[in-house]
């Protein structure tokens, strides 16, 4: 990730050369890889990209919560930590696609990243 450029360097691993960079949010600051997709956690846009590597291209943007810095694998499912909590996108497997986005643990000023999130563990 090019955290002053807001973007991806696509790297062939085979032939050890740069290709194309791919857009993603402000502030790229890390990414977790899961089968096909390639999640880019964008701290200053407040939100996920997801690469699809089969493609190199983005498919979308997850909104989470303020400042993601970190994520990891949990089963099937992507655990972000954000400065106000935790946030968890659900992660369908066999069609690697996006379901749904919610926070797990918030403070009580934060608010759901989506109308159709709930909130875990509080």
């Keep these: 990730?090019?955290?002053?450029?807001n973007n991806v360097s696509v790297i062939d691993t085979t032939t050890n050369t740069r290709g194309a960079d791919i857009m993603v949010g402000g502030t790229p600051i890390s990414a977790t890889l899961a089968w096909t997709h390639l999640y880019v956690l964008d701290c200053g846009s407040n939100s996920v990209s997801v690469i699809d590597t089969t493609t190199n291209a983005k498919v979308a943007d997850i909104p989470v919560g303020q400042n993601p810095r970190s994520a990891s694998l949990l089963g099937g499912d992507l655990l972000v930590t954000c400065r106000d909590g935790l946030y968890l996108v659900h992660l369908d497997r066999l069609a690697a696609q996006l379901r749904a986005a919610a926070?797990?643990?918030?403070?009580?000023a934060s608010s759901a990243s989506s109308a159709s999130s709930t909130a875990l563990g509080k």
């Design 103 to 108: 926070p797990v643990v918030a403070s009580s």
């Design 1 to 5: 990730v090019n955290n002053g450029s």
